[in-house]
């Protein structure tokens, strides 16, 4: 499969367990954020996203609270299953002059114990 | 509604030849970023296209060059390679301007030696 992070920090939870991930960003005019999800061997595959007019949202078994004051982004995924292992990645898009331009954080390693 | 395809999904090549790869978006989507992924640098923006016009270019030499075509399918080019641009390349389309959710495609794993 792909190594898409040599030094990833990993996050460890038991299935069923609810699992969070976080992630800061930099630059104060970033208005759109996305979180995705990449197996071994795949493309990012897009999970929920969040404007910056609103903090928080969410869809299936997924919560992205943004908290603007100290630029924090969480991903909470609710009773974790061993299909949820894989690296989680926050992108920012740093405002209109930046088209669809997406600004990557590092990755977060999710494995779910069964 | 298929997904984004790029082709080919596996290159390998040799120093200072160059590469081109494809990327077809999801039917209807009118923008196409690509993208670069690598264990060292992570995931960094290529450039994007819209309307057969580059909108913006990440911080990457010259050898590295794109376009679209009036259908919104997308190449991207490499000349002169280096075995520093052995990566997996990634292509994300997109509805349009100012919309800003990004699907993407599996990759195109390109080895250089």
């Known amino acids: 499969g792909e190594s898409v992070g040599l030094h990833l920090p990993t996050l460890s939870v038991q299935e069923g367990d609810n699992s969070i991930i976080n992630c800061a960003y930099s630059?104060?005019?970033?208005?759109?954020f996305i979180w995705y999800k990449q197996e071994s061997g795949k493309g990012p595959q897009f999970i929920i996203d969040?404007?910056?007019?609103?903090d928080k949202r969410q869809g299936q078994r997924v919560t992205v609270l943004l908290n603007k004051t100290v630029k924090h982004l969480s991903l909470q995924i609710a009773a974790t299953q061993p299909g949820d292992s894989a690296v989680y990645f926050c992108?920012?898009?740093?405002?209109?002059?930046?088209?669809?331009?997406?600004?990557f954080g590092g990755g977060t390693r999710l494995m779910v114990k069964p | 509604k298929a997904g984004v395809t790029q082709t080919p999904r596996y290159l390998i090549k040799t120093r200072g030849q160059q590469v081109t790869l494809s990327c077809s978006p999801i039917?209807?989507?009118?923008?196409v970023s690509w993208y670069q992924q690598t264990p060292g640098q992570g995931l960094q923006f290529l450039f994007e296209?819209?309307?057969?016009?580059?909108?913006n270019k990440g911080n990457f030499p010259g050898r590295f060059s794109g376009r679209q075509f009036s259908n919104s399918r997308s190449e991207m080019n490499v000349s002169t390679l280096e075995l520093g641009d052995s990566a997996l390349y990634l292509c994300?389309?997109?509805?349009?301007?100012?919309?800003?959710?990004?699907?993407f495609g599996p990759g195109t794993r390109l080895t250089v030696t």
């Open positions: 994300a389309s997109s509805p349009g301007v100012g919309v800003n959710e990004q699907y």
């Open positions: 630059n104060s005019a970033s208005d759109y």
């Open positions: 969040i404007r910056s007019n609103m």
């Open positions: 992108a920012e898009n740093r405002g209109k002059n930046a088209g669809n331009m997406l600004t």
């Open positions: 039917s209807g989507h009118r923008s």
């Open positions: 296209y819209f309307s057969e016009t580059q909108r």
